[in-house]
Each structure stands twice: as C-alpha cells, then as structure tokens.
C-alpha cells in the first residue's frame, strides 16, 4: 500500500504561481511513476502530468510550458509547480502513484485526497 499526502493548494491571481506537493509513504519502492490529476466543476478527471522512477517526464497540452513536474528522491516527494496560471486551471488537483506488478502486471493506482487550485481573473 501507498499514501499520498498533498498540500499546497490555493487561491491565487491570473498569472501567479503555485507549488503543489505530494508526499509519499508505504511500499515506495512498488511505484513505477507519479502524477498528477485535476478536476474541475462539472468535468471529468483529466492527466496533467507525470513523471516515472527513470526519471522521464510528460504532459498534457494544456500545461505545457508553464507547468513543470518533479521529485525530490530523499524526501519520497513529488512537486507541481505551476506558473503563469489561468483561470481554467482552476481545478482539485490529485497526486497519483502507479505501480505495475512484475509478472502479472496488474496495475495498482494510489490516489491523496485532493487539494483545491482557485485562479481567480
């Protein structure tokens, strides 16, 4: 088993900055990558992005460019930092873990609890 812990969220202007954390704890070395996950009122949960155990990085889109994903390996901790924020970014956003059985390779998804991202215009 797997938490997440993520914090940071918040209220910021139109352009401003946030950066999300997640922490996680449990079987750690099980994980193959981790992400992040957002959504908004009335919409599906939608990827963001990601980055796996190598390293390797991606993302969606919409994030590209003003989004950037990281990990502090000492600390089991996954960053979002999130620049030149828009409106529509306005979103829970979710810490995501993943891990894939070897052999079987079943897939086992962790999920925090979510943390509020309000951008205001």
């Known amino acids: 088993q797997v938490q997440l812990v993520e914090s940071g969220g918040g209220l910021v202007q139109t352009g401003g900055s946030l950066r999300l954390s997640c922490a996680a704890s449990?079987?750690?070395?099980?994980?193959?990558?981790m992400g992040w996950f957002r959504q908004a009122p009335g919409k599906q949960r939608e990827w963001v992005a990601v980055?796996?155990?190598?390293?390797?990085?991606n993302y969606a889109d919409s994030v590209k460019g003003r989004f950037t994903i990281s990990r502090d390996s000492a600390k089991n901790t996954v960053y979002l930092q999130m620049n030149s924020l828009k409106p529509e970014d306005t979103a829970v956003y979710y810490c995501?873990?993943?891990?894939?059985?070897?052999?079987?390779?079943?897939?086992?998804?962790?999920w925090g609890q979510g943390t509020q991202v309000t951008v205001s215009s």
């Open positions: 449990g079987s750690i070395f099980s994980l193959n990558a």
């Open positions: 980055i796996t155990s190598a390293g390797s990085t």
């Open positions: 995501n873990a993943r891990g894939v059985v070897p052999i079987t390779l079943k897939v086992n998804d962790y």
